[in-house]
C-alpha cells in the first residue's frame, strides 16, 4: 500500500560516533487546549493514513454500532497493537471465547509475537504463527464482537462497505472533522482511511476532552488506565500514558504517533522515511512545547544507536 504522503521537513538528526550521519524529515502539528495549531512544520493538511493510530477512533465507531464489553481492559486492547505479551494473548482468547467466537474468525494475518521473549517463548514451545498473536487481534476480535452485538455477519467483516466498516468511517470522520480522502487496506487487512496530521490530533484532543461516559472518553479512558494493554511492557505508548498524567498515546506504522493531554493539546507527526526510530525525540520536543514537562522525556528524547551491541551514537530531535 502507498501512502498518501507529500513530504515535510527537517525534524531529527542522526549522529553516529560524534558524526551527523543523516536527517530524518516529516510533518508535526502541535494543538493547543482550544485546538488551534500552537506550532508546526512541514505539510499538516495534506492526507496521510494514520494506520494504528486510528485504532482508537475505530474502537468508538465499535462502540457506537453497539460494542458492549464488562471489562474497560477489553476495550483498551481492542484499540491496541499489542506486543504479543502472555497477557495479551490470554485476554484475545478469553474476549472471543466469552462471545462464543472462534479464533478462525479472524482474517487479520498469522504472525508471531512483536516481544522477543514472547516469540522466542512461542518458538521454543514448538509453536508457529497465528492469527491471534498478529498484533492488531485485539481490533479484529472487537470488530467481531460488534458485528455479533449489531447482528451482522461476521463474513466479509473487513469490506468497506461492510455494515460494520461503513459505521467505523463514520465515526472517524466524525471525530477526526474532516472528509476521508481515501481508503486503503492495511497492513492488518483491514480498511485504513487517510487524513490529514491536523485531523489526526483534532481527534486525540476530541476523546480526552469528551464528557465522561460517551463513547469517545471511555476509550481515551480504557487507554490511558491499562497502557501495557495498548503496546506492551515499557513500550513508548506504554511509557508515555505511565509518565505524563492524563495523557493518550497511540502510535502507527511508517512513523505516525498522535498524542493529547485534556486542558493542554495534541501532538501528531509523520516521519517521512516511516523510520520508528524518529518519533519519539519529536513527541518529547513537541510535548515540551505545550509546558509539559515530566521525567520521562528525557527518557524518550534520545534514542540509541548501537554498534557491537554498544552505545555508538544516537536520533536526537533538531526541531
Not at 549522529?15 to 536527517?23: A, I, K, L, M, N
Not at 464482537?145 to 466479509?156: D, H, K, V, Y
Not at 487517510?194 to 476532552?209: E, I, K, Q, W
Request: glycine content about 12%.
Amino acid at each position: 500500500m502507498a501512502e498518501v504522503y507529500r513530504g515535510g521537513e527537517r525534524l531529527a538528526e542522526v549522529v553516529r560516533s560524534g558524526f551527523t550521519e543523516g536527517f530524518h524529515t516529516g510533518s508535526v502539528v502541535v494543538l493547543g487546549a482550544d485546538g488551534r495549531p500552537v506550532d508546526a512544520v512541514g505539510d499538516i493538511t495534506g492526507p496521510i493514513f494514520p494506520r494504528s493510530s486510528s485504532k482508537p477512533m475505530q474502537a468508538v465507531g465499535m462502540l457506537r454500532a453497539g460494542l458492549s464489553l464488562a471489562d474497560p481492559a477489553d476495550l483498551a486492547l481492542i484499540a491496541a497493537s499489542h506486543y504479543g505479551q502472555e497477557f495479551h494473548i490470554s485476554r484475545v482468547r478469553a474476549l472471543l471465547a466469552g462471545a462464543g467466537l472462534d479464533e478462525s474468525l479472524l482474517r487479520c494475518p498469522a504472525d508471531l509475537p512483536l516481544d522477543i521473549p514472547a516469540r522466542d517463548a512461542v518458538l521454543a514451545a514448538g509453536g508457529h504463527a497465528e492469527r491471534v498473536y498478529m498484533n492488531c487481534s485485539g481490533k479484529h476480535s472487537g470488530m467481531l464482537l460488534t458485528c455479533r452485538a449489531a447482528g451482522w455477519s461476521p463474513e466479509g467483516y473487513l469490506d468497506p462497505e461492510h455494515p460494520l466498516q461503513e459505521r467505523i468511517t463514520d465515526a472517524v470522520a466524525e471525530i477526526a472533522g474532516e472528509p476521508i480522502a481515501a481508503t486503503g487496506i492495511d497492513g492488518c487487512g483491514a480498511p485504513v482511511l487517510a487524513f490529514s496530521l491536523t485531523a489526526l490530533a483534532t481527534a486525540f484532543l476530541r476523546l480526552v476532552s469528551a464528557e465522561a461516559g460517551s463513547a469517545e472518553r471511555s476509550v481515551a479512558d480504557a487507554m490511558r488506565a491499562h497502557p501495557d494493554l495498548v503496546s506492551g511492557t515499557g513500550q513508548s505508548d506504554d511509557l508515555l500514558m505511565s509518565g505524563v498524567a492524563g495523557l493518550l498515546a497511540k502510535g502507527g506504522a511508517e512513523g505516525v504517533h498522535a498524542v493529547a493531554i485534556p486542558g493542554v493539546g495534541a501532538v501528531a507527526l509523520k516521519i517521512d522515511d516511516g523510520q520508528m526510530r524518529a518519533r519519539m525525540p519529536v513527541v518529547a520536543s513537541a510535548l515540551r512545547r505545550l509546558g509539559v514537562t515530566a521525567p520521562v522525556l528525557a527518557k524518550l528524547d534520545r534514542v540509541p544507536l548501537l554498534g557491537g551491541g554498544n552505545p555508538v551514537g544516537e536520533v536526537r530531535s533538531t526541531w
